[in-house]
Structures are given as C-alpha cells and as structure tokens.
C-alpha cells in the first residue's frame, strides 16, 4: 500500500504541474476541438487538425501511403475492503487490492491504391485486473483481458484489406488515422473490409463514450453491456464487414466468427455451426439544428455451442448435479439475439451527452462479452476548450445492468458464469456510476483521473456498494 500510495502522489504532482502551465497551453490551443471518437488513435488524429498543439508525439503524413502510428494505455485501479455476507468463486473479492494494466498497440497500415487499404495492428495485453476480471457485470477496466494465464507476449489485434466502390463523384474530407488511411472519402460508397478485427471498431460507435484510452474506463460505459459481440478472450474475431454510406446515413452488416467456448480464445471457423450475423443503421444528423449528433439502430443474431439456464436449473431441480452447470447443457446451433438504440448530441460547442438502451433475449449463455440483458445508460461529455483547455475533456455517466429470470436462478442456486458466481444470489440491479477527467500534459502524454462507485456488484444486495477510483496515463505516437 506504501508503493501505491507513492504512486498516486507521484502522478497528482505530474497532473498539478501540468495544470499549473494550462494558461500557456491554452493560448497554443484552438479553441475548437472535435469530440472525443471510438478510439484513441481516432481522437488524437482529429484533435490534431482542431488544435494548434500537436497530440501524438511524432507528427504523421497526410501525404505517405504508409501509416505508422502507435499508443500506450496504463490504468492502475483499487479499493478499499467493502461488505460482503458471502462470496464465491467468481466474487468480487471484497478485500482492500490494487491492480494495473496495461495495454501496448503498433499500428500499420499501407493504401495499395486510393481505394485499397492493408491495415495490421500488433497488441500486447499484461498487467491484471481488479479480481482478475471477475465478479462484475460492468467490469471497471475495459483493458482488462479476462484470462490473465494469457501473459503480455504481443500478438496480432487487426489484419484487415479495405476496399472503397465510389458511388458519387463528390467527395468530403476524412480523418486520417489507424483505421482509414483515406484523406477524403465519396459521399456515396461502398466499403469492404475483411480480415481480423475488433466488431465495436466499426458497430456501438458513440463520440461521448467508446474509448477506454481517453474516456471512461469502464466495460458497459464504453460498450453497449447487453451486445454480446462476437469475440475472442482479446477482444477480437475474424470476419467480413460491408457498409454503405450517402451523405448523413450508413448501414453496415458484419458476419463474423464466435469463440469455441464461451470466454474461449480460439474461433470457430464452421460458419455452419457457428456464427454471428450484426447490422447496424446510423443517422448522422442529430436532434438539434446545426449540432452534431447522432442515432444508431442495431441488431444481431449469435449462433453458437451454448448451454442453457432454463436446462441447467431443472437438471439441479432434478438432482442431477450437485450444482448447475452451464456448461452441461451445451448444445450446437443455440441462438442468442438483442437490439440496441444509441444516441449522442451536442448540446453546445462544448458540451453533449449520450444514452445507450440495450436489450438481449438472456435464455441462453451470455458467451463472449459480459453478463448483461438488459442495460440503459446515461452519460455527458465535455470538451476542454471550455476553460481554456481544447484537448482536455471530462465526462459522467450513470448505467443500470439486469439480467432476465431464468439467468437470475442459475446464479442464485450457486451457477457459475465466465464472470460471475457469488454461490448464491439476492438480485438487485448492478448500478454504476463514473467521471473522469483527461488532462492533455504535452504532444501525445495525457493523464486521467477515474471514480468509479458500483452499488449490487454481480446483481447481488448482499455485496458493496464499493467505490474504484483509478488513474491512468496514456500515450500516442
């Protein structure tokens, strides 16, 4: 706790030094920074063309067919001993801990032609989580891999070709960056991508809250909680991407591979066994004249080997097993589905907020993102131009997590999830707050300061409420 402390005070003084030299940064700034976007990479490449002040390290062409670019995340996390009458295998330890993270990224990419991009991200992932990633619903560190035996070795995140179908002769200017090479784009088009990617790359996007990098630190604030998008233990599948774009509105369809096993790192390649089929529609004009906003519809359909809750219950019903297991009642070509309604609006120049609603059917496993079915979340964002400070930027927001009957008794007769098992549950909707503040230092450094306050971790009335401050200082380069 010595070495914590001490770490903690050494970064305040960092953040309390940079803000003492905010009057000069701030008259090196422009006074009109873009909203924060899906990853940090993004922002960053935006901010720089809405800010005199460089926010990557090293300059980047806007001329060279060649994108090299790269970022540096670490989030260090803890809590003090909060109440708990009991708890199980995949508890939230109640203790007093600490845990840090940290994420390393090289991005690459090369335009074979103005239409056609290669793109390949190297990703390495150590450190470790609160717990290990284990006991809530909405996990307080999105960084977090939630199989720690899987060690910092790098590996490959994204290897993908993009291919653009002009449909108009007029074009519009793009922000370059990791993810689009392009320094303008057609109107109207059709893109392609295939390959290894991360789904929410391109689906559940929102300005106000996606990136763990700059923003909030938390899973279900950053992601859409009852999406259980297609992914790996990393975060990442193979799979097929095609979007349509014209003026304000774009559609996008993704088919893409889902894990073995639930929390598993390895896909199943079987496309007829299984799979996951997401279409998402964007609005892009927003609620309020000459504002930017906007709303996003989606949807998906997840084929894959699961177990059933109402199954795993009545074999414990039965005296079949000692405890219910998901995992027993496995079965090929089980289907799980959800929706999700997305919005975000400015509201000034400087200030905006966003919501998330998201719904899943929660019959069978919750198998590749979190335990959730049901979710709504509220959240504002603001831009630091507001004190005089264009790269720095704040947000709050309050999320609600659920889950339907059936997964309810699973866990409250002792079942276990990839996340959660208290060994027995008294149900209460997981309620979670968090703000932050990103503090721009210098060129591409930024410091963060996080709180977290979660009240019924895992669903359950008889653990927390605990709170989780946390800071974090990232890099781009």
Not at 13 to 39: E, F, M, T, W, Y
Not at 252 to 263: C, G, I, S, T
Request: proline share 3%; aromatic share 12%.
């Amino acid at each position: 706790m010595r070495f914590l402390r001490l770490k903690f005070v050494l970064l305040l003084c960092v953040i309390l030094a940079a803000s003492c030299c905010a009057p000069v940064c701030a008259r090196a700034q422009d006074a009109s920074p873009q909203a924060a976007g899906q990853s940090s990479a993004q922002s960053a490449t935006q901010e720089q063309s809405a800010s005199a002040a460089p926010v990557t390290l090293f300059p980047h062409s806007q001329a060279s067919r060649w994108w090299i670019s790269g970022q540096a995340n670490i989030v260090m996390q803890w809590h003090s001993t909060f109440p708990a009458a009991y708890s199980g295998a995949n508890s939230f330890g109640p203790r007093g801990q600490s845990a840090t993270s940290k994420v390393y990224s090289l991005y690459t990419g090369f335009e074979l032609t103005h239409t056609t991009e290669i793109l390949l991200d190297i990703e390495s992932a150590g450190g470790h989580g609160l717990s290990e990633a284990l006991g809530l619903a909405g996990f307080t560190n999105l960084d977090v891999v939630r199989n720690p035996a899987l060690g910092p070795a790098p590996y490959l995140a994204r290897l993908m070709i993009r291919q653009i179908i002009p449909l108009s002769m007029q074009r519009v200017s793009a922000d370059r960056d990791f993810l689009d090479l392009s320094t303008s784009m057609p109107v109207r088009r059709l893109e392609f991508r295939i390959g290894k990617f991360g789904m929410v790359d391109f689906l559940d996007a929102n300005s106000g809250g996606s990136d763990s990098h700059l923003q909030f630190l938390n899973w279900v604030v950053d992601d859409d909680g009852a999406y259980d998008y297609a992914a790996n233990t990393r975060g990442y599948t193979d799979g097929a991407l095609v979007e349509y774009d014209d003026h304000r509105w774009s559609v996008r369809f993704v088919e893409a591979l889902m894990p073995k096993v639930a929390n598993g790192l390895n896909l199943d390649a079987n496309l007829a066994r299984a799979r996951s089929e997401n279409l998402e529609v964007t609005y892009g004009g927003g609620f309020l004249h000459h504002r930017e906003g906007a709303i996003r519809v989606l949807g998906y359909l997840n084929t894959a080997d699961m177990g059933n809750y109402r199954e795993a219950i009545e074999e414990f019903n039965a005296g079949e097993v000692k405890v219910p297991s998901i995992i027993g009642t496995r079965r090929e070509g089980r289907q799980k589905y959800g929706f999700e309604l997305n919005l975000e609006q400015d509201l000034t120049s400087h200030f905006g907020v966003f919501s998330r609603l998201g719904w899943s059917d929660g019959r069978n496993e919750s198998f590749a993102y979190t335990e959730v079915d049901r979710t709504g979340e509220f959240g504002d964002y603001l831009r630091g131009d507001w004190w005089r400070r264009a790269n720095d930027r704040a947000g709050t927001a309050f999320v609600i997590n659920g889950i339907v009957g059936d997964h309810r008794v699973y866990l409250a007769d002792g079942g276990l999830g990839f996340l959660l098992g208290d060994g027995a549950l008294a149900y209460g909707q997981e309620k979670i707050f968090e703000g932050y503040y990103t503090l721009h230092m210098w060129r591409g450094l930024f410091a963060s300061f996080d709180a977290q306050h979660v009240n019924n971790p895992g669903y359950n009335k008889a653990r927390g409420p605990v709170w989780v401050p946390g800071l974090r200082l990232h890099v781009d380069f």
